[in-house]
Every structure is written in structure tokens, then in C-alpha cells.
């Protein structure tokens, strides 16, 4: 499964459907349209964008370091 989140990521869609399966490309207007389906996936998810699309957010909790120092890793 493919998803694309945002204008430019959709930009990639055509030539991922071109040589893939039209059912396992996903274009998403933003982020918020991407959890339901990140939280219900079963799976490895693999995450690249730009880090204006803060997809940390879409990183279930318990793949959140929290140390008590305040820094705040991500896996």
C-alpha cells in the first residue's frame, strides 16, 4: 500500500499506478485523513515526507520514547 499525503506527494501517483495496482495507491489531502488508516493497518508502515507534514503524527504512542529529561524520541 501506497499513501501520498499532500499536493506534491500526489504528484507521484500517476506514474505509481502506471506501473502498479490502481487499489494500493492512496492519495490523502492531508495528514488528519491518514490516521484512521495508519491505526487500523496491521503491518509495517514505512513513513517519508517533508517535515511540513509533521508525520509524526501519525506514530501510535507506543512507538513514542518519553524520557524524563523532556526529550521526546521518536522511533
Same mark, same amino acid.
Given at each position: 500500500l501506497v499513501v501520498l499525503i499532500g499536493e506534491k506527494a500526489s504528484w507521484?501517483?500517476? =506514474?505509481?499506478?502506471?506501473?502498479?495496482n490502481q487499489e494500493k495507491v492512496m492519495v490523502l489531502g492531508d495528514i488528519e485523513d491518514a490516521i484512521s488508516l495508519v491505526e487500523d493497518f496491521e503491518g509495517v508502515v514505512l513513513f517519508k515526507g517533508s517535515r511540513i507534514n509533521q508525520l509524526e503524527k501519525l506514530l501510535p504512542?507506543? =512507538?513514542?520514547d518519553d524520557d524524563s529529561d523532556g526529550n521526546n524520541e521518536k522511533c
Open positions: 507521484m501517483a500517476p =506514474a505509481l499506478i502506471e506501473n502498479g504512542p507506543w =512507538a513514542v
